[in-house]
């Protein structure tokens, strides 16, 4: 089984690919093959509204030159997938945005192709909007009928200097338990 989780910040490596990769922790536990893709640096527009997906019904964006195919093909592929991201004025980064209106407007030209893969949001925050982001996430989720774990509390974890979140005790203990619910469920999805 894998898991391939996306890190929507502009900064490689911060607080919320430490938040994911302590998700990670606990799926290898478990077994479970992870990737990490970071966007940071990586070409990646918005939805163009072009329709062609609904067109040509073939799990793939018509626009071209960005990494956006390389994602729907990782994330159809695999058997969870993490859309993480730091909060950017209370919501998710553009480039985040970007990912979650393209790969959902793919999913739903085709069948739903995401349905019954498990998800899971991580969102890195300073201060304020983190349940705002954590939200948009999961909008994603639940209209691409995916199935979705809880953990002890949302999904966030609290720190502005890259390496701060590693303070918040609770944050990644929250990331653990979410880590090892999402386990359970893989297993018992397709276990
Ligand atoms: C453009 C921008 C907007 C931000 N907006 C918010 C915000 O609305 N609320 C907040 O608490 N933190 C905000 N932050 C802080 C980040 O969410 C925080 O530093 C987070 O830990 C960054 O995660 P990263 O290290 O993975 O990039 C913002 C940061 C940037 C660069």
């Known amino acids: 089984m894998k898991v391939v ?41 918005g939805c163009t509204a072009c329709g062609k997906c609904f067109e040509k019904q073939n799990n793939r964006c018509a626009v071209k030159g960005d990494i956006v195919n390389d994602c729907i093909e990782k994330m159809l592929d695999a058997d969870g997938i993490i859309l993480a991201s730091p909060t950017y004025f209370a919501d998710v980064s553009s480039e985040m945005k970007a990912l979650i209106d393209r790969a959902g407007f793919v999913a739903k ?52 200097e890259v390496g701060e979140v590693k303070q918040d005790a609770e944050g990644l203990q929250t990331m653990k338990t979410l880590g090892e619910n999402m386990a359970w469920l893989l297993n018992k999805l397709n276990g």
Not at 20 to 37: C, H, R, S
Not at 109 to 118: G, H, L, S, V, Y
């Open 109 to 160: 030209a085709n069948q739903d192709m995401f349905r019954r893969k498990t998800g899971a949001a991580v969102v890195a925050v300073r201060r304020g909007g983190a349940i705002h982001a954590f939200d948009t996430i999961n909008h994603f989720f639940f209209i691409n009928q995916m199935v979705v774990p809880g953990s002890s509390y949302w999904n966030i974890g609290i720190g502005r």
């Open 5 to 45: 989780a996306f890190n929507g910040s502009a900064r490689k490596d911060g607080n919320t690919a430490i938040l994911v990769n302590a998700v990670f922790g606990e799926l290898k536990k478990a077994g479970i093959a992870t990737e990490l893709v970071q966007l940071a640096g990586k070409k990646i527009r």
